[in-house]
C-alpha cells in the first residue's frame, strides 16, 4: 500500500484485468522508481475474461463485471494477442476458449509476482484531484467488500483500467415495452440452449453480435440477424458484398451462414405484436438479444475530474489515453478494433515514461489541439464521433508514433499481417476461421495451415 513516507512515484491502479495487470507489470519492472496499489473489486485477477453463470450483481452487490458467455472463443489468434514478453503456453489451438486466456493472465501475474501488489475485494468508490503544497496529488476512497471498512489514500497517478466491456449500450426503440418477450443485452448472454425451438432476433453485427448469433442458430428456430452493416458473406465470385442486399441476394449470401440465419436491416420499432425494420419489412420473433455494445462507464471519478463521456468519446484525452488537465491520470485500454494486450503495453509504457520525467508530453494547448485534428480528421473521413476510439487500421500507426515517443521496439511486422490474415479468413468464412492455425516464423514471415 503506498504510504506518503516512502520513496519513489505513488500509483494507483483500478482494476486487475488484463490492462491493470500489464500497469503492474511495467510499474514493478525497477523498484523503488514506483509504489504501487492495484485495487480489483473481485477475488481474482481477469476482469472480463471471469466467466461467471451469474448475472446482476455479485455476493457483495456490486454489478457483475464480465460479459463472458459459456462458449466465447477469441476472436484473434494467441500468436498476436500475447503481451510481447510473455507468450501463450503451447496449444495446437490459435483461438482459444476464454478459458485458457484467464489461466494465460493468471499465469502472467505470477510469473511477474504480481499478487503482492494487488488489494482484492477492495471497490474504488471515489477518485478525485487535491492540490498538495502546489503539486497535483490524488485522493483514492476505497471499500472492503467484505467488511464495508473505508480507507483514504494520496498517490501522485492513477491508471484506470476499469475496462470497457460491462456497462451495456441498450437504443431506444419505440414501442417496445409491448414485446411481449424478454429482451436480453449481450452482457447477461451465457449460452444457446435457452433458445430451443425459439425465433429470435439479434440486434448488431459486431464480434459478439455474430458469436452469438452463430451459436444460438444451433437450437433456436429461426434466428434474424438485424444490422445496418453491410451484409456478412460472400458473392459466388468472391468479392465481399458492398452494399445491404435484397432479400433474394440475401439468401445467396446467407449460403455462407446456417441456413436458419436470415440478416434484415436494423430495427427501427415494435408495433402490432412485430419488429418494424428501416427498410419498413417486419420481423415476429419471440427474443431479442441486444448486441449493441458498451458504454465508457468510470462511477468513482469526482466531477471535480472533468471527465466527459459524450457519443462514446472520452475527453478531455490526449492520445487515447492521457488526461489533458490533468496529466498525471491516463485511461488505458479505451481504443476498440485493436489487439488489446498489445495496445495496453505501449500505453503504459508512454505513459509511465512521462511520469518518470524522461519524456515531455506537449503544452495542454498543443494537447488539445492534437486532438481536435484527429477529431476533425475522422468526421472529414465519414467517421462519426462515437467511434472516436475505434481505430481498427490507425492502430498501427497509434502503435508505432507511442514506441517511437517511449523509446521502445516498435511492434514486429508479422503481428499486423496475422491480424490482417485473420480479418481476410473472417470474411471468408465466419464458421470456421476459427479453426485455422498460425505460427510465427520471424518478425517478418508467419505460417497458417487448417
Not at 511477474?112 to 502546489?134: C, M, S, W
Not at 494520496?154 to 476499469?162: G, K, R, S, T, W
Not at 417486419?282 to 427474443?287: L, Q, T, V
Request: charged share 25%; net charge neutral.
Amino acid at each position: 500500500m503506498a504510504q506518503r513516507d516512502m520513496p519513489g512515484t505513488r500509483v494507483c491502479v483500478v482494476g486487475a484485468g488484463a490492462a491493470g495487470l500489464c500497469a503492474a507489470r511495467h510499474l514493478a519492472e525497477t523498484p523503488g522508481r514506483f509504489v504501487f496499489a492495484v485495487f480489483e473489486q473481485t477475488a481474482e485477477v481477469g476482469g472480463t475474461w471471469i466467466y461467471t453463470d451469474h448475472t446482476g450483481c455479485d455476493d457483495c452487490g456490486l454489478p457483475i463485471h464480465s460479459s463472458m458467455y459459456r462458449d466465447l472463443r477469441t476472436n484473434l489468434p494467441k500468436e498476436i494477442m500475447a503481451f510481447n514478453d510473455y507468450k501463450f503456453e503451447d496449444s495446437p489451438d490459435s483461438f482459444l476458449h476464454h478459458s485458457d486466456v484467464l489461466k494465460y493472465l493468471k499465469s502472467y501475474c505470477e510469473h511477474f509476482a504480481l499478487y503482492q501488489f494487488i488489494k482484492f475485494r477492495t471497490h474504488v468508490k471515489e477518485v478525485r484531484p487535491v492540490d498538495r503544497n502546489g503539486e497535483q496529488a490524488w485522493r483514492v476512497a476505497v471499500e472492503d467488500s467484505a467488511t464495508k471498512e473505508e480507507k483514504v489514500e494520496e498517490f501522485d497517478a492513477v491508471i484506470v483500467c476499469n475496462g470497457h466491456f460491462c456497462t451495456p449500450y441498450i437504443p431506444s426503440i419505440p414501442g417496445i415495452e409491448d414485446f411481449k418477450g424478454v429482451p436480453i443485452h449481450s452482457h447477461v448472454y451465457r449460452n444457446p440452449e435457452i433458445y430451443k425451438e425459439r425465433t429470435v432476433i439479434i440486434l448488431g453485427a459486431n464480434s459478439s453480435g455474430v458469436d452469438i448469433c452463430l451459436e444460438v442458430s444451433k437450437y433456436a428456430k429461426l434466428v434474424y440477424l438485424s444490422h445496418n452493416l453491410p451484409p456478412l458473406g460472400v458473392k459466388a465470385d468472391g468479392v465481399a458484398q458492398a452494399s445491404f442486399p435484397s432479400k433474394t441476394e440475401a439468401r445467396k449470401l446467407d449460403k455462407a451462414l446456417p441456413c436458419n440465419i436470415t440478416q434484415v436491416a436494423g430495427i427501427e420499432s415494435f408495433s402490432g405484436g412485430a419488429f418494424v425494420l428501416r427498410d419498413g419489412t417486419k420481423c415476429h420473433a419471440d427474443d431479442l438479444i441486444f448486441c449493441t455494445g458498451y458504454e465508457y462507464a468510470f462511477p468513482f471519478l469526482h466531477p471535480s475530474c472533468g471527465v466527459v463521456v459524450k457519443d462514446k468519446m472520452v475527453s478531455p484525452l490526449y492520445q487515447h489515453l492521457i488526461h489533458i488537465d490533468f496529466p498525471t491520470l491516463c485511461f488505458v485500454g479505451l481504443p476498440m478494433s485493436v489487439i488489446p494486450f498489445r495496445v495496453f503495453e505501449y500505453q503504459v509504457t508512454f505513459f509511465l515514461k512521462t511520469l518518470e520525467k524522461s519524456v515531455a508530453l506537449p503544452s495542454k494547448e498543443d494537447m488539445r489541439a492534437d486532438t481536435e485534428r484527429e477529431l476533425r480528421d475522422r468526421l472529414a473521413r465519414g467517421i462519426p464521433t462515437r467511434h472516436f476510439h475505434r481505430l481498427g487500421d490507425g492502430q498501427w500507426a497509434y502503435l508505432e508514433q507511442l514506441a517511437r515517443w517511449a523509446g521502445c521496439p516498435p511492434l514486429p511486422p508479422v503481428v499486423r499481417k496475422i491480424y490482417e490474415k485473420t480479418g481476410e479468413l473472417r470474411r471468408g468464412n465466419l464458421l470456421c476461421y476459427k479453426e485455422h492455425k498460425f505460427a510465427i516464423t520471424g518478425d517478418d514471415s508467419y505460417e497458417v495451415w487448417r
